[in-house]
């Protein structure tokens, strides 16, 4: 049998984190860029044992709190300025596949598979609460995000008299974008908030099972079913 397991998180941030920023009348521009790739892979494949074939195999994928921030944190104070511009840009991959196949020549052969996926991730532009802002020039703030994963398991037995197969695959992910302000603004050249997010997810199983062959069984004189499991 086989096991992988993969844990991650990762955030990345920019930004006026505390006290005050003077900007005078240039500009001020806060950008973060996040990329992670969250990949898992078990296999696990019984050969041609005698009498009982097993391969089971589990890959678990949790990739939690794959943060991308541009702040103006709670508290924190911008004064001055002429263009403000927070731009969040993040783009993550989760992955996990698990492989099992049993065989069996003689009995049974069995062989099965779990993969289980866990993600969140979230790109965030904001400008949190505090002295309201006043420049003149204009004010943006734009997240973009993109999000994709897949989760793939395959369960193949093949034996002499009994074969099982089965598979389980599992995906549980959110991917979100977030552009806000929660303080007040004003700024002579326009405002303006965009938050994009797109998201594939895919979740896959696949299980089979082959018994005993048709032809040299009926060569033993065994013709039916119940005949080819004695």
Do not use: M, W
Not at 40 to 62: Q, W, Y
């Amino acid at each position: 049998g086989s096991f992988a397991l993969n844990y991650s998180k990762a955030n990345t941030e920019a930004g006026i984190k505390a006290g005050t920023v003077t900007a005078h009348a240039g500009d001020v521009t806060i950008s973060a860029a996040g990329t992670t790739a969250a990949q898992v892979e078990g296999k696990a494949k019984a050969g041609k044992a005698g009498d009982t074939g097993v391969g089971v195999s589990v890959g678990i994928n949790i990739a939690v709190d794959n943060d991308t921030s541009a702040v103006i944190a709670d508290g924190a104070t911008l004064t001055g300025g002429d263009d403000v511009t927070l731009t969040a840009t993040g783009s993550h991959v989760v992955n996990s596949t698990a492989e099992g196949g049993g065989q069996s020549t003689g009995a049974t052969g069995v062989g099965g598979a779990l993969a289980l996926t866990v993600a969140e991730n979230e790109t965030e532009a904001k400008i949190g609460t505090g002295t309201a802002l006043d420049v003149t020039g204009a004010v943006s703030a734009t997240a973009n995000h993109h999000g994709s994963s897949a989760t793939l398991a395959k369960g193949d037995g093949t034996g002499g008299s009994t074969a099982v197969g089965v598979a389980i695959a599992l995906g549980f992910v959110d991917d979100s974008a977030v552009a806000t302000t929660t303080r007040n603004i004003t700024a002579d050249k326009g405002v303006s908030f965009r938050a994009s997010a797109d998201g594939a997810r895919k979740s896959e199983a696949k299980a089979s099972a082959a018994g005993a062959d048709k032809t040299q069984e009926s060569g033993k004189g065994k013709t039916t079913a119940d005949d080819q499991s004695k």
